[in-house]
């Protein structure tokens, strides 16, 4: 399984920006993005389960969105609103069984 992350970049506070994670298959309990800044650790922001519940991390409820193409294998996570401590890494993870794949990570930067 490989899962290509991609669409980081450098935005301004209050900005919007779209993550995309493209799966080389289908057929996942869940997809989730998860994020590390500098000197933490890797938290989760949004999953999305194969039935199509999601959930999210508190501090972005409201901001962001996960969503979902089946028929391209392409989960997103739309960014509205940015904060400088949305500024980190960002993970696209998928769960098959008791097996978690993880893609390269897209980095995230909002200025002040």
């Known amino acids: 399984v490989q899962l290509q992350a991609s669409g980081g970049g450098l935005v301004h506070a209050g900005d919007s920006l779209r993550l995309s994670c493209e799966a080389s298959?289908?057929?996942?309990?869940?997809t989730a993005w998860y994020r590390q800044a500098p000197g933490k650790q890797r938290e989760l922001v949004a999953r999305?389960?194969?039935?199509?519940?999601?959930n999210y991390a508190d501090s972005v409820l409201g901001r962001f969105t996960i969503s979902r193409d089946i028929r391209k294998n392409t989960m997103y996570l739309q960014m509205g609103s940015l904060k400088p401590e949305d500024t980190a890494i960002y993970y696209c993870?998928?769960?098959?069984?008791?097996?978690?794949?993880w893609g390269q990570g897209t980095l995230v930067t909002v200025s002040s």
């Open positions: 298959r289908r057929g996942f309990k869940s």
């Open positions: 993870n998928a769960v098959m069984g008791t097996v978690n794949f």
């Open positions: 999305i389960t194969a039935g199509g519940d999601t």
